[in-house]
């Protein structure tokens, strides 16, 4: 940056700029719409690097699902947190190459590997997997329970959504639940802070009846609703928590794997004394 001559800087200062503009919108339409919701703001760099040297070509939609496709990489492989330079420049060369040219895959999409058992640990923002699982449960027309109204740009906003418990804190800790499961992203989803009140610390067999009749919708549809959330009814109107947590960690796990387009291999997580128990557990994020 030193170096950087300011006849360099005014010949790239306006085409760096719309590179930050495309990236912030192609990031909203990727449902990450607040910088506090962004992953990585070191990504953002090469991103907007990305974007600039390539000019129009970013508007075709293929080039952009390759482009989502490098990002998310970055983010569940968690290649973003420190010492970045040499990946900057490995990725503006190599990520501009292979979506232009359909040269050889980049080395960030190459090195990213995801755990499954990591979904267990990620319980704050302050994981840039944490922020990556959040965008994506909004990527199935996700509604809110209350309201049916899709979640998007609009919404988000002046329904105040956030993400909250689907087991409640109160009902997992009177049924013993473990925090290090009920507090985790698999027990989570976006809500608007009404539906959230509405809640409250009731089993999901009272609240979710309770939720749907305040809806005014029938049974099927609300139902649908949930699905939305990836969620199978079944397990919350059996108050099944582990029946719950099993069948929904494999869907986010498929998500996942749709965005970096690439294979998780699925480790095996042990129900002892009616928790799960992970070899790589950590305890950073609560």
Avoid at 55 to 69: A, T
Wanted: negative net charge; charged residues 25%; contains cysteine.
């Amino acid at each position: 940056m030193l170096n950087l001559s300011l006849a360099d800087y005014k010949l790239y200062r306006n085409s760096i700029i719309q590179g930050f503009i495309k990236a912030s919108k192609i990031l909203v339409e990727n449902h990450i719409y607040q910088s506090k919701d962004l992953p990585y703001s070191t990504q953002l760099v090469p991103m907007a690097a990305i974007i600039a040297k390539m000019g129009d070509n970013i508007d075709n939609i293929g080039n952009k699902n390759k482009l989502m496709r490098w990002f998310w990489c970055g983010v569940f492989g968690e290649l973003y947190g420190s010492a970045n330079e040499t990946r900057y420049t490995l990725d503006i060369v190599q990520v501009v190459d292979w979506i232009l040219n359909n040269s050889e895959e980049p080395k960030t999409i190459y090195d990213a590997n995801f755990i499954p058992s990591r979904l267990n640990t990620l319980r704050t923002r302050n994981s840039a997997a944490y922020k990556g699982v959040y965008a994506l449960m909004m990527d199935e027309n996700t509604k809110d329970w209350l309201t049916a109204t899709k979640i998007d740009f609009s919404t988000y906003f002046s329904e105040s959504i956030d993400i909250h418990h689907i087991f409640p804190v109160a009902w997992c800790e009177k049924n013993k639940i473990s925090p290090n499961d009920y507090n985790c992203i698999v027990n989570k989803t976006p809500l608007s802070g009404r539906t959230n009140r509405k809640v409250s610390g009731d089993a999901p067999s009272k609240y979710l009846e309770r939720v749907r009749k305040e809806a005014g919708v029938d049974e099927k549809e609300f139902n649908n609703i949930l699905i939305s959330h990836i969620v199978d009814p079944k397990f919350l109107y059996n108050d099944d928590f582990y029946g719950f947590f099993s069948d929904r960690k494999e869907k986010i796990l498929q998500k996942i794997e749709k965005a970096m387009g690439k294979q998780i291999p699925r480790d095996k997580f042990i129900e002892e004394e009616g928790q799960f128990i992970d070899s790589d557990v950590e305890n950073d994020d609560i």
